[in-house]
């Protein structure tokens, strides 16, 4: 069976060390997120992940979710793991204490998150759809609601949905054309199909509460005339209960490459009872309160599959034995020496390894602005809040594209055993490959980074976080060891500023030229980004070797790891550079007619 042991140490290193994550709890009013307290949620929440859904993973992916009349059933073992999620109070770690919750800080929350992800994505998908709905109405919903569906959501005793893609209508929900009928009684009718819905049906909980992008009569067209509704399976009776069966109906769950325990169901609202949440034509900005935490949720998908991938290549690559080091025998009292030997292997092991943990930094300290949004200086405030709005499609789309790679590297380090199912990594390249789809496909991050961060802000918040790029940098040019790193991020903030720079006036004369070098302009601005948190891990583990032998094994791995990126990693920059500046007629003069055969 694959093996999981949640990054315990790194994410110590990362809150306590890295980002004095105990600093800006309390100064954002999270007096009791404690030392104590959060290492408490970190180790129960890594024998959760590790003892309870680690174990279900693969035999759901073999069993998958099944389909019966308008039922779904979910994998054996699926609803005991949601039971134990529910008894432990998991989903109520950053919920309101107003209505059941613990009140503790979300990036918290999210490092529990991506341990759960880890231990299995397709099962993960419940828990984090309702978190997202728990955001929405906390925001949202009118106090009535707030009280009506929170504390049973922020509870696990019901679950939650995003319901917006329709058959016609994937990305572009603009076009949804899903509709809510006023009815006497101040409720909706909601009509329309939608499709690719996560836990749409299953048996895990007693209620599930959709939350459906709907047209009113006479909307406006586009994403101006969309309204959100809150549509539960179960309608609620006078004690807010659930009573009689709403007309949602799961007509079929669909067939897919990988998350095969995760219901994605496709759902037929046929006079469904609906109700309003927020104003008459603002769904999109209220659904966006669940999406933008879903896309942080998503990156911790791709995350958790990456270090699941890597955990079983070095497990497998230390016993496999294969050949003779070049150099001579490193284990002449064995047949051969294992695989982790080989240089090759080393790459492979090194750049999931370098991507892995920084990705995790990323992840972080995009997941502590959230925190700071709750500062106690409102400038603390707006600061996170600009920060959050530029990294968030750099953290969705980055840490997916890598997951795809390095969970690739995981089936190429262990040969024909990757490939075959008994190993369980293929399960990881095949549960990674949604992630560049989920929530916005990574086009769409790319597109929402340079054209409304960066070009929509006139470069503001791009110089938001290359302020923060000449501080590190500064700080690293005084140490011998760390300049190296020093020269290669003031130079990349030089450029990665003069590239923007080129797409504005370019993309000024022609909209072709920003949107074709998007995709490009994201894994640039990703790498950059992982280089700029590998020199703060670098400084600080420069700076405590010497506490311990068992330490100085985890930080000369930081120092050594974080060598391995700059010099392997950070050069790819290098071609995405050139392709930045070359020019959109590459892409568009093309006629269509080419591409028929």
Same mark, same amino acid.
């Given at each position: 069976?694959?093996?999981?042991?949640?990054?315990?140490?790194?994410?110590?290193?990362?809150?306590?060390?890295?980002?004095?994550?105990?600093?800006?709890?309390?100064?954002?009013?999270?007096?009791?997120?404690?030392?104590?307290?959060?290492?408490?949620?970190?180790?129960?929440?890594?024998?959760?992940?590790?003892?309870?859904?680690?174990?279900?993973?693969?035999?759901?992916?073999?069993?998958?979710?099944?389909?019966?009349?308008?039922?779904?059933?979910?994998?054996?073992?699926?609803?005991?793991?949601?039971?134990?999620?529910?008894?432990?109070?998991?989903?109520?770690?950053?919920?309101?204490?107003?209505?059941?919750?613990?009140?503790?800080?979300?990036?918290?929350?999210?490092?529990?998150?991506?341990?759960?992800?880890?231990?299995?994505?397709?099962?993960?998908?419940?828990?984090?759809?309702?978190?997202?709905?728990?955001?929405?109405?906390?925001?949202?919903?009118?106090?009535?609601?707030?009280?009506?569906?929170?504390?049973?959501?922020?509870?696990?005793?019901?679950?939650?949905?995003?319901?917006?893609?329709?058959?016609?209508?994937?990305?572009?929900?603009?076009?949804?054309?899903?509709?809510?009928?006023?009815?006497?009684?101040?409720?909706?009718?909601?009509?329309?199909?939608?499709?690719?819905?996560?836990?749409?049906?299953?048996?895990?909980?007693?209620?599930?509460?959709?939350?459906?992008?709907?047209?009113?009569?006479?909307?406006?067209?586009?994403?101006?005339?969309?309204?959100?509704?809150?549509?539960?399976?179960?309608?609620?009776?006078?004690?807010?209960?659930?009573?009689?069966?709403?007309?949602?109906?799961?007509?079929?769950?669909?067939?897919?490459?990988?998350?095969?325990?995760?219901?994605?169901?496709?759902?037929?609202?046929?006079?469904?009872?609906?109700?309003?949440?927020?104003?008459?034509?603002?769904?999109?900005?209220?659904?966006?309160?669940?999406?933008?935490?879903?896309?942080?949720?998503?990156?911790?998908?791709?995350?958790?599959?990456?270090?699941?991938?890597?955990?079983?290549?070095?497990?497998?690559?230390?016993?496999?034995?294969?050949?003779?080091?070049?150099?001579?025998?490193?284990?002449?009292?064995?047949?051969?020496?294992?695989?982790?030997?080989?240089?090759?292997?080393?790459?492979?092991?090194?750049?999931?390894?370098?991507?892995?943990?920084?990705?995790?930094?990323?992840?972080?300290?995009?997941?502590?602005?959230?925190?700071?949004?709750?500062?106690?200086?409102?400038?603390?405030?707006?600061?996170?809040?600009?920060?959050?709005?530029?990294?968030?499609?750099?953290?969705?789309?980055?840490?997916?594209?890598?997951?795809?790679?390095?969970?690739?590297?995981?089936?190429?380090?262990?040969?024909?055993?990757?490939?075959?199912?008994?190993?369980?990594?293929?399960?990881?390249?095949?549960?990674?490959?949604?992630?560049?789809?989920?929530?916005?496909?990574?086009?769409?991050?790319?597109?929402?980074?340079?054209?409304?961060?960066?070009?929509?802000?006139?470069?503001?918040?791009?110089?938001?976080?290359?302020?923060?790029?000449? !501080?590190?940098?500064?700080?690293?040019?005084?140490?011998?060891?760390?300049?190296?790193?020093?020269?290669?991020?003031?130079?990349?903030?030089?450029?990665?500023?003069?590239?923007?720079?080129?797409?504005?006036?370019?993309?000024?004369?022609?909209?072709?030229?920003? !949107?074709?070098?998007?995709?490009?302009?994201?894994?640039?601005?990703?790498?950059?980004?992982?280089?700029?948190?590998?020199?703060?891990?670098?400084?600080?583990?420069?700076?405590?070797?010497?506490?311990?032998?068992?330490?100085?094994?985890?930080?000369?791995?930081?120092?050594?790891?974080?060598?391995?990126?700059?010099?392997?990693?950070?050069?790819?920059?290098?071609?995405?550079?050139?392709?930045?500046?070359?020019?959109?007629?590459?892409?568009?003069?093309?006629?269509?007619?080419?591409?028929?055969?």
């Amino acid at each position: 069976m694959p093996v999981y042991k949640a990054p315990l140490r790194d994410f110590r290193f990362l809150l306590n060390e890295v980002f004095d994550a105990p600093r800006i709890y309390e100064r954002s009013g999270f007096a009791e997120a404690t030392p104590d307290v959060v290492d408490a949620i970190l180790s129960e929440g890594a024998k959760f992940a590790e003892n309870v859904v680690a174990p279900i993973n693969q035999g759901g992916d073999e069993h998958g979710a099944h389909w019966e009349d308008g039922n779904v059933t979910t994998p054996p073992g699926w609803k005991q793991a949601w039971n134990a999620y529910r008894e432990g109070q998991w989903g109520a770690i950053a919920a309101s204490p107003e209505f059941g919750g613990q009140g503790l800080p979300e990036s918290l929350e999210l490092c529990f998150n991506e341990m759960v992800n880890a231990a299995s994505v397709a099962w993960r998908g419940c828990s984090g759809l309702t978190l997202g709905a728990i955001h929405a109405i906390q925001a949202h919903g009118s106090d009535e609601q707030k009280k009506l569906y929170l504390p049973k959501l922020i509870d696990a005793e019901w679950s939650g949905t995003m319901c917006l893609t329709e058959p016609h209508a994937g990305s572009d929900v603009g076009i949804v054309s899903s509709t809510a009928t006023p009815q006497a009684d101040g409720t909706y009718a909601i009509n329309g199909t939608k499709i690719f819905i996560t836990y749409g049906e299953h048996d895990l909980t007693s209620n599930i509460v959709h939350l459906v992008l709907a047209r009113l009569p006479g909307a406006p067209k586009g994403p101006k005339g969309i309204s959100l509704f809150i549509v539960p399976k179960f309608l609620l009776d006078d004690s807010g209960n659930a009573g009689a069966r709403n007309p949602v109906i799961c007509s079929t769950i669909e067939k897919k490459m990988g998350i095969k325990g995760s219901p994605t169901c496709v759902l037929n609202f046929e006079d469904a009872k609906g109700y309003l949440i927020g104003p008459e034509h603002g769904g999109m900005a209220c659904m966006f309160t669940m999406m933008n935490y879903a896309r942080l949720d998503v990156a911790q998908h791709g995350l958790g599959q990456s270090e699941r991938a890597l955990q079983n290549a070095v497990a497998y690559t230390r016993e496999r034995l294969q050949m003779l080091a070049p150099n001579g025998a490193k284990f002449p009292e064995k047949v051969a020496d294992p695989i982790i030997v080989h240089a090759d292997i080393r790459r492979m092991l090194l750049t999931m390894k370098s991507l892995n943990e920084g990705c995790r930094a990323l992840t972080t300290y995009a997941t502590l602005q959230l925190d700071l949004k709750h500062h106690k200086d409102e400038a603390e405030r707006v600061r996170a809040d600009g920060m959050l709005a530029f990294l968030t499609p750099i953290v969705k789309g980055f840490d997916t594209e890598t997951a795809n790679e390095t969970t690739y590297w995981g089936v190429q380090s262990m040969g024909g055993h990757g490939y075959i199912r008994e190993s369980g990594m293929e399960q990881f390249a095949r549960d990674a490959r949604i992630t560049q789809i989920y929530e916005g496909t990574n086009t769409i991050q790319a597109n929402d980074l340079l054209r409304r961060k960066v070009l929509g802000s006139k470069g503001a918040l791009l110089e938001l976080f290359l302020a923060e790029i000449d !501080a590190v940098a500064a700080e690293l040019s005084g140490d011998s060891d760390l300049a190296y790193q020093a020269d290669a991020l003031k130079a990349h903030r030089t450029e990665w500023a003069a590239l923007s720079r080129d797409i504005a006036e370019r993309s000024a004369k022609d909209g072709d030229e920003a !949107a074709g070098a998007a995709f490009d302009y994201l894994m640039y601005s990703g790498y950059v980004a992982l280089a700029f948190f590998w020199g703060r891990m670098s400084k600080v583990a420069k700076q405590s070797l010497g506490k311990s032998a068992q330490d100085d094994v985890f930080y000369k791995s930081k120092l050594q790891t974080a060598r391995f990126y700059f010099e392997r990693i950070l050069p790819r920059t290098r071609t995405l550079a050139i392709t930045l500046k070359a020019p959109a007629s590459t892409l568009m003069d093309i006629a269509e007619d080419a591409f028929v055969f």
